[in-house]
């Protein structure tokens, strides 16, 4: 299985994120992370997995991602199997109630994200996930890379 993490990061926690799957699938096979200005048609081509990655800033996908998957031509994706995940801050955490508000109307980066891919002709091979940092800028919580490794190495294609 070749796999392909595509992201973005503004204050690099995603990347951290991205790279912490690529590790858990590169126990299944090749796996790739590129940040999304990077990628290529070939790297699209080639990976029988994707998996895109964004920040949630203002409830949403951050814009460069989204408009780098919504320009991939309609059906691109068909035959390959997709997810998603994103980096938030946990408003529980933060225990402010109109960030909850928010969050529970607009929720967060991961599952527009991936909706996004089955639009293009993907199959969701696992439900999108978010991964906490926090603050803003972050860091990472803590064990939250490991959770992302665990999370990406129980995927499985032969579903």
Excluded: C
């Excluded at 790297?43 to 408009?67: C, E, N, W, Y």
């Excluded at 309609?74 to 997810?83: D, H, P, Q, W």
């Excluded at 995940?85 to 599952?111: C, E, H, P, Q």
Aim: proline fraction near 4%.
């Amino acid at each position: 299985m070749t796999s392909l993490i595509i992201y973005e990061s503004v204050f690099g926690n995603t990347a951290l994120v991205a790279e912490a799957v690529r590790e858990g699938l590169s126990l299944q096979g090749e796996a790739v992370a590129l940040n999304y200005t990077e990628v290529k048609e070939a790297d699209i081509a080639r990976a029988d997995l994707i998996v895109a990655g964004s920040p949630t800033q203002k409830f949403s996908t951050m814009p460069g991602i989204r408009k780098f998957i919504g320009d991939l031509p309609a059906g691109s994706l068909k035959g390959k199997l997709v997810t998603a995940f994103d980096t938030r801050i946990d408003v529980k955490k933060i225990n402010n109630r109109f960030l909850s508000l928010m969050a529970g109307i607009f929720g967060y980066a991961a599952s527009p994200l991936a909706a996004q891919l089955r639009r293009k002709g993907g199959k969701l091979v696992v439900p999108a996930m978010g991964f906490f940092v926090d603050d803003t800028k972050g860091p990472l919580t803590e064990k939250e890379a490991e959770r992302a490794r665990t999370w990406a190495g129980a995927i499985r294609t032969d579903r």
